[in-house]
C-alpha cells in the first residue's frame, strides 16, 4: 500500500530534550516536505527537499533541521525543542514538482 | 494579506449543496488544489484543477476557477454528513525549479440533519 509513515503519532517531551520524528515513503518520490499545523494558522511548510542531499527552508524553519540521505526517508530534528513547537506535524511527498502530495497520519508533539 | 485566503466555517443541511470559496494571490500559480482533513487524521488530495481550465468535475464535485478574479471553489453536491471536515485549498508555484506549495489555513464543512 502506498503511504507515508510518521513516527511517533504523539510525543510529549520537556524543553530543550532533542527529538526526531521519522517519515518514510514507499513510492520513490523525489519531494518530501514537513509542515506543522496550528489552530487559526493553516499549514505552514517548515523544510523541504527535492532529491537526496537536496534540503531547502520554507515558511517556519527556525529550530528545526532536517535531513535527506536516502530518498524515502526524511527525518524532522529538534535539536532543543521549546512550547512554541507544540503543534501538529505532517510529513508529505510527491512524486514531482507539480504532482499531488501525499500526507502522512501527523505527529502531535507537545513541548512542556 | 495572505496568499491563499478562505473562509473559516461552513455549516449546511445533509443533501444541500456546499460552496467552499477560496481565493489566492499569485497569477503564476500553474496548479490548485482542494485536500479534505477528517478529524485525527492527514491531508488527502480530492481534486485539484490546472491553472488554463476553468472546470473540472468528478463526481459530486465540481471545481471552479476564475483566473481574471483569482477565485477558487469547491462545490459538493447532495451533501452528507460524511463530507464533515476542513478543506484546504492550496497554490503550488512553478518558481525556479523550487517547490512552494501554499496553503489556505482551511474551511472547516459541518454538515447537520
Known amino acids: 500500500e502506498a503511504q507515508v509513515t510518521q513516527n511517533p503519532r504523539y510525543l510529549i517531551t520537556v524543553t530543550g530534550k532533542k527529538l526526531t520524528v521519522t517519515c518514510s515513503q514507499n513510492m520513490n518520490h523525489e519531494y518530501m516536505s514537513w509542515y506543522r499545523q496550528d489552530p487559526g494558522l493553516g499549514l505552514r511548510q517548515i523544510y523541504y527537499?527535492?532529491?537526496?542531499?537536496?534540503?531547502d527552508k520554507g515558511d517556519v524553519p527556525e529550530g528545526y533541521k532536517v535531513s535527506r540521505k536516502e530518498k524515502r526517508n526524511f527525518p524532522l530534528i529538534l535539536e532543543s525543542p521549546s512550547p512554541n513547537q507544540t503543534s501538529l506535524y505532517f510529513c508529505?511527498?510527491?512524486?514531482?514538482?507539480?504532482?499531488?502530495?501525499?500526507f502522512g497520519q501527523g505527529t502531535r508533539l507537545t513541548v512542556v | 494579506g495572505e496568499d491563499v485566503e478562505q473562509s473559516l466555517f461552513l455549516s449546511v443541511r445533509e443533501g444541500d449543496s456546499s460552496v467552499i470559496n477560496c481565493t489566492y494571490t499569485?497569477?503564476?500559480?500553474?496548479?490548485l488544489y482542494w485536500y479534505k482533513q477528517e478529524p485525527g487524521a492527514g491531508l488527502q488530495l480530492l481534486t485539484y484543477i490546472f491553472s488554463n481550465m476553468d472546470m473540472k468535475q468528478d463526481q459530486r464535485l465540481t471545481v471552479l476557477l476564475n483566473k481574471k478574479d483569482k477565485h477558487l471553489s469547491l462545490r459538493i453536491a447532495d451533501t452528507q454528513t460524511g463530507d464533515s471536515a476542513i478543506y484546504f485549498c492550496a497554490e503550488r508555484r512553478a518558481s525556479g525549479g523550487s517547490y512552494i506549495p501554499t496553503f489556505g489555513r482551511g474551511t472547516s464543512l459541518i454538515v447537520h440533519p
Open positions: 508529505a511527498s510527491s512524486f514531482q514538482l507539480n504532482t499531488e502530495a501525499f
Open positions: 527537499s527535492m532529491n537526496v542531499e537536496v534540503t
Open positions: 499569485d497569477s503564476s500559480s500553474t496548479y
